[in-house]
């Protein structure tokens, strides 16, 4: 792993994300236009650039099966891992649920392709189809029975384009087949603006948030400092000492050191809707990641 051209890599990342905040100050991204962006990001960039990492890398290089297995012992890690840490830092009781979902959950997507992008290229890229596929089967599960008491499943929110994106990955990867050239032709020229579109979003989203607000709660920095430092160090030395190919380890560990998944503002709207902590610790999360992300980067280039 070549490390400052990774660390130029996201310094371009937040560059992006800059412009999305200005064009969201100077009122070019309006709340309304971010949503629907967000919405149209998530429906065809998105999985257009899984589909087509899997196309351009000839697969990931490690078997998919692996890789998807790799991705269960990762989120049964990282949930007992909140169980734990909530506990240690003597979270209150009531809060526990709340902590614990935006521990485990992290920005597998917006955040996750590119940082992932820079650091592996498209072979990468396929394997965090994976972490995706099992981000949604378990936040629409497990996720939703933290926040909600034990209230019903949104079964129907699982049935998404990233998820039959992670399934379409699997497929051609397990079997080598290719689409015809002019699909694949489009599926890598429309991936290619999930990039720059999902970091102008999440800039735009901290435009539109009170992030004074935000930077005075001192429970998020806790969260942030377990989410983004403590939980992919643990990752890490795990990974080390597992028996897995070098890049699905870093890929792991990359997952593991993103900030707080925005699904988390989403579900405590519809469940927490007189909380704010989670759409606060999205933002909190995301700018300090500024700092956070290159260390771990440093410290997987190092160890594994």
Known sequence: MNLSGVISQLISLFLMMLMGFIAARAGVITPEFRKRLSTLTLNTAAPCIILSSVLESEGAGVSMVTVLLVAVFFYAVMIALAALLTRLSRVPKAQRP?????????????????????????????????????????????????????????????????????????????????LPAPIETTLSAVGAMNTPLAMMIIGASLAHSDV????????????????????????????????????LAGVAVAMAAMPVAGNCAMISDIYLPDDMTA????????????????LICAAISVVL
């Not at 499943?153 to 079997?175: D, E, K, P, Q, Y």
């Open 98 to 178: 709340l902590d614990q979902m935006m521990l485990v959950f992290t920005n597998v997507g917006f955040m996750g392709i590119p940082v992932v992008d820079a650091l592996y290229g498209p072979s990468g890229v396929t394997m965090v189809a994976m972490f995706i596929l099992l981000f949604n089967l378990t936040f629409f599960s497990y996720g939703v029975l933290l926040v909600s008491g034990g209230g019903k499943l949104n079964l129907r929110a699982l049935g998404n384009a990233c998820i039959f994106a992670a399934l379409g990955a699997l497929v051609l990867s397990l079997t080598g087949w290719h």
């Open 212 to 247: 004074r607000a935000a930077l005075t709660n001192p429970r998020l920095y806790r969260i942030s400092f377990l989410r983004m430092i403590v939980m992919p160090l643990v990752v890490l030395l795990i990974m080390r000492l597992l028996p897995v190919d070098p890049m």
């Open 279 to 294: 759409s606060h610790a999205v933002i909190v999360s995301t700018l300090l990641s500024a700092v956070s992300l290159p």
